[in-house]
């Protein structure tokens, strides 16, 4: 059981054998017992033929817990070694009775329950719950926003500006700041992806995408987590093309942006100068499809 790799990925169309569903209520999270066993889990279950992942989330969920009222929302597909499912989050607002079902039990997680699936559920339910601290970038964020990008600008060399080099005020700052930029807020500001459309008809379908999360939440899959709630906003706004650029020696981000379906275009040339020596940056784009 704990050989099992289990990771979290761009939303796209694959073979999704399962849905889970984190779902809260009242902050708390509910857990289910399958009539057979004596341990817990999280509902979820197979996608039945001709249905949507969302429709199998819904339908999961109401015939696990028997939810009745609910706010549902895609997190990320997930992968359990090379088996894939997607992932939901929900906050329910009504439990009614449970339908007849193979769940034995409904309740709230407690420390002393025994999970069934411990190898992969605790996982999908850390993942759900950092998707949970990202929220759009509001104007109100201006000052801590700029926080943010100052401890950037000391804390990475593989972005734009220098120490000391942002001037930008707090208040000019809150006038660039338009919908479609999210952050991760977890006690504060931690990281973000910006989004600038195209402001021209002919451009109007592109939008330009920056990227940068604090060393302290890195390698915590909140780049793959930025880009699923941006991927999402961006197609709700009818965007076709995402690009960005990037230094070619910055490898995790070039493995990032892979990973989420980026592809390399072109090699801007000596295009950014770091600690004296020219460095090549990427273009790279993607085109989005249905999710
Ligand atoms: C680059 C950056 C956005 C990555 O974000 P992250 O939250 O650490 O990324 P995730 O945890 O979601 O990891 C996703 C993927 O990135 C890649 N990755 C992350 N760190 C890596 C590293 N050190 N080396 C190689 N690949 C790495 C892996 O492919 C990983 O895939 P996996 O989930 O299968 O392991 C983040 O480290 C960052 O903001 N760095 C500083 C600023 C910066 O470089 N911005 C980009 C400027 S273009």
Redesign the pocket.
């Given at each position: 059981m704990n050989d099992l790799k289990v990771?979290?990925?761009e939303m796209k169309n694959r073979l999704h054998r399962f849905v889970v569903i984190v779902a809260k209520k009242n902050d708390q999270l509910i857990m289910v017992r399958h009539r057979n066993r004596e341990t817990y889990e999280i509902p979820g279950g197979h996608v039945e033929e001709n249905e949507t992942l969302l429709e199998a989330a819904k339908r999961e969920l109401y015939e696990e817990t028997g939810a009745l009222e609910f706010d549902i929302w895609p997190v990320g597909d997930y992968s359990v070694n090379d088996s894939f499912g997607r992932l939901f989050g929900a906050t329910v607002s009504k439990l009614g009775s449970l339908p007849e079902s193979e769940i034995a039990e409904v309740t709230i997680l407690n420390e002393s329950m025994n999970w069934t699936y411990d190898a992969i559920q605790p996982i999908l339910l850390t993942y759900s719950d950092r998707y949970s601290n990202i929220r759009m970038l509001e104007k109100d964020d201006a000052k801590a926003f700029k926080q943010l990008l100052i401890s950037?600008d000391n804390?990475?060399k593989?972005?734009l500006f220098e120490p000391g080099e942002r001037t930008i005020t707090d208040a000019a700052l809150r006038e660039r700041i338009e919908p479609g930029s999210f952050v991760i807020d977890d006690n504060g500001l931690k990281?973000f992806?910006s989004l600038s459309t195209g402001k021209y008809n002919r451009i109007k379908h592109s939008g330009h995408i920056?990227?940068?999360?604090?060393?302290s939440?890195?390698?915590?899959?909140?780049?793959?987590?930025?880009?699923n709630k941006l991927f999402l906003y961006a197609e709700s706004i009818g965007l076709h093309r995402l690009e960005?650029?990037?230094?070619v020696n910055?490898?995790?981000?070039?493995?990032?942006?892979?990973?989420?379906g980026f592809e390399i275009e072109g090699v801007k040339k000596h295009s950014m100068l770091v600690d004296d020596q020219y460095v090549d940056?990427y273009y790279m784009a993607k085109l989005l499809g249905a999710l």
């Open positions: 990771n979290i990925h950037l804390d990475t593989n972005m990281g992806v920056v990227i940068g999360i604090l060393s939440h890195d390698h915590m899959k909140y780049g793959t987590l930025l880009f960005l650029t990037v230094m910055n490898e995790a981000a070039v493995a990032l942006y892979k990973k989420m940056e």
